[in-house]
């Protein structure tokens, strides 16, 4: 339900925007989140998004990505600028409809994910 698209290669200092649509359910009323896994290391949060639209962002990310949702079209998209080479990993977004305290930040707080999109960041 979930088809995550946009990732690609990309210069060090350069910008990628990736994004995430829902299909059979809209998720404006829940979370969304992504997460990232490069190879050889742990699926990691990256950044999440509430029904009342804050944020929350990994210290890695903070001041350089944004998460951001469009209700009209149920996508979630991540801009992400001055990309590093230690950004480069496979990308999934995340979506969960059960209300939490708080912008839920491991992977088993979410029931629904996509398939993934790679971004790769060269020096």
């Known amino acids: 339900q979930l088809q995550a698209c946009g990732g690609g290669l990309v210069q060090a200092g350069g910008s990628l925007r990736v994004s995430c649509a829902s299909s059979?359910?809209?998720?404006?009323?829940?979370?969304m989140a992504w997460f990232r896994q490069a190879p050889g290391k742990e699926h990691e949060f990256v950044t999440g998004?509430?029904?009342?639209?804050?944020?929350v962002y990994a210290d890695s990310v903070k001041g350089r990505f944004t998460i951001s949702f469009d209700n009209a079209k149920n996508t979630v998209s991540l801009q992400m600028n001055s990309l590093k080479p230690e950004d480069t990993a496979l990308y999934y977004c995340?979506?969960?409809?059960?209300?939490?305290?708080?912008?839920?930040?491991?992977?088993?707080?979410?029931?629904?994910w996509g398939q993934g999109t790679q971004v790769t960041v060269s020096s």
């Open positions: 998004i509430s029904w009342t639209r804050s944020t």
């Open positions: 995340a979506a969960d409809l059960r209300y939490r305290p708080s912008i839920p930040r491991r992977n088993n707080d979410y029931d629904y």
């Open positions: 059979g359910r809209t998720f404006s009323n829940g979370y």
